[in-house]
């Protein structure tokens, strides 16, 4: 017994003098602690000579420390995100948030447990209606007249009139999931509406900036038209204009890109007030990574809608916290 004491205290004794050694090799070269390499303001070969061995010195003295401890004490390793939201999460108020989504596939696929929606509500403990549709525009590209008997597109405004009771959601949207989702939906209740939209209008070629403001066979007269209807008639109701996600882009040198369709998205939410999540440039989605966040070039992939409602959790809880 007295062995394994004597044994211990030795230990113990290596490693303050190891803390120690580091200590002093810290104070005397703070750069060195950060892990940065120190830059050149014109230092003398024998000056940058020592720096190096000081940086070694403690390189070497942490890997001594880490196998004596069995931890990595690295100081440059480490990430501190200070506005990141933690797992299960919920948004602080004595209220049930209500969120409804008008969107295409990037919010519709994965219905279930695994799509953007259900991964959101578990994150921040909200209530989703997910009424995106696959496949739908924000421009009316199916339908040319502004009358509403007998309408048949559920593109984004298409969802605005169903929403405002001016179509019949049961003829417009039957045999979809979104109808039982907006049939039971008081929007009078509902705090955010996400709109999201613009894949399908870059896949159509549909212009984006129109000569009528309002004109709803563009992208953004259609968004216009719908943020300014459904804040006329719901005017609690906090708007979220979202971004294009990225995807493999067409190489025609004549088609707009989709970044212009993220730029027009921008625009609107900067004109009516509204909020903007800009995701085609914020979930850092690009040429590089696309395979692991895409599944097929332009949907979403299980890591890619992680990484969209995580996005997603971040940005509501900032904005509650306004």
């Known amino acids: 017994m007295k062995k394994i004491n004597l044994m211990f205290l030795g230990e113990c004794v290596i490693i303050v003098a190891l803390l120690l050694l580091i200590g002093s090799l810290l104070k005397e070269n703070p750069t060195v602690a950060l892990g940065k390499e120190k830059e050149d303001y014109g230092l003398s070969n024998e000056a940058q000579q020592e720096s190096g061995k000081q940086a070694e010195n403690v390189q070497y003295a942490k890997d001594i420390l880490e196998q004596r401890m069995g931890q990595d004490i690295s100081g440059n390793d480490e990430t501190v995100s200070g506005n990141s939201v933690s ?47 696959g496949g739908t525009t924000a421009a009316v590209v199916s339908e040319s007249t502004d009358l509403r008997e007998g309408w048949k597109s559920y593109s984004l405004n298409g969802m605005m009139y169903a929403a405002r009771g001016e179509v019949s959601a049961n003829s417009l949207l039957q045999n979809l999931p979104a109808l039982e989702e907006i049939k039971s939906i008081d929007f009078n209740e509902v705090d955010y509406l996400i709109i999201s939209y613009g894949l399908n209008d870059y896949f159509s070629s549909v212009e984006i900036y129109p000569q009528d403001m309002y004109d709803m066979e563009t992208y953004v007269g259609a968004l216009r038209h719908a943020v300014a209807k459904m804040t006329e008639t719901y005017p609690d109701l906090e708007v979220i204009l979202v971004s294009p996600t990225y995807c493999e882009l067409y190489a025609d040198p004549n088609k707009e890109s989709l970044e212009a369709y993220a730029e027009g ?25 696309k395979k692991l966040y895409l599944s097929d070039g332009v949907h979403l992939s299980e890591q890619g809608r992680e990484l969209y409602a995580g996005y997603a959790a971040q940005r509501l809880a900032e904005i509650k916290a306004e």
Do not use: P
């Open 87 to 133: 797992e299960n999460q919920t948004l602080q108020t004595d209220e049930e948030i209500k969120i409804v989504v008008f969107g295409d596939s990037i919010w519709d696929m994965q219905r279930g447990t695994d799509g953007i929606s259900e991964r959101l509500e578990e994150k921040l403990g909200v209530e989703i209606y997910n009424c995106a549709i």
């Open 265 to 289: 998205a921008r625009m609107v939410a900067e004109e009516r007030g509204t909020y903007f999540w800009d995701v085609y440039h914020d979930l850092g989605i690009n040429e590089e990574n």
